[in-house]
């Protein structure tokens, strides 16, 4: 299913164009808690599986799968939970949890955010979110999904603000493709 949508977007001049320079891409689920994606909170792995697939068929081999899971929740448990140690054994492809990671600070608009180091270290990144209601923001999908590329205590101060200012600023931070 992933293969044919895929196609039928017509991207094939962008992933020949993108293939030449042999890029790191990363692929951002949402895995903000560790419950199976039938709960309807997490990015389904059939999904990032049919992408891979669709990666691998144009050449493409250096993929990492990358995120950290909401404040108190363990990002490997969900890894293991959500069916991507699967994934990455049968694909090869590194979990980064980014919980475990450093930070570059950037500044867009009035406000300095820290990102996650890996995620800058990307050349092209794939946003995989899942829509969901919210009660902050009314929905969540791909700018809020990007909170999975910033640390904890990041996450915890854009809460401060009432999340649609700091989002909108990390989104010129972090540019999924």
């Known amino acids: 299913m992933v293969g044919a949508v895929m196609e039928k977007m017509d991207v094939k001049h962008d992933l020949e164009s993108l293939r030449a320079n042999n890029p790191?891409?990363?692929?951002?689920?949402?895995?903000?808690?560790?419950?199976?994606?039938?709960?309807?909170?997490?990015?389904?792995?059939?999904?990032?599986?049919?992408?891979?697939?669709?990666?691998?068929s144009w050449g493409f081999e250096r993929l990492v799968i990358l995120e950290s899971s909401w404040v108190g929740d363990s990002t490997k448990k969900a890894f293991k939970v959500c069916g991507y140690e699967e994934i990455s054994r049968e694909f090869n492809i590194p979990l980064l949890d980014l919980k475990d990671d450093d930070y570059r600070e950037f500044t867009a608009g009035d406000m300095k955010i820290k990102v996650c180091r890996k995620v800058t270290e990307v050349d092209y990144l794939i946003n995989m979110p899942v829509l969901k209601a919210h009660c902050q923001t009314g929905?969540?999908?791909?700018?809020?999904?990007?909170?999975?590329?910033?640390?904890?205590?990041?996450?915890?101060?854009?809460?401060r603000y009432d999340l649609h200012y700091p989002i909108a600023c990390l989104s010129k931070i972090i540019t999924s493709n």
């Open 24 to 56: 790191l891409i990363g692929i951002k689920p949402n895995l903000v808690v560790a419950q199976p994606a039938d709960w309807g909170a997490t990015t389904s792995p059939d999904l990032v599986r049919g992408v891979i697939k669709h990666l691998r």
């Open 139 to 159: 929905i969540t999908c791909a700018l809020k999904n990007l909170k999975g590329c910033i640390p904890d205590a990041e996450k915890r101060r854009f809460h």
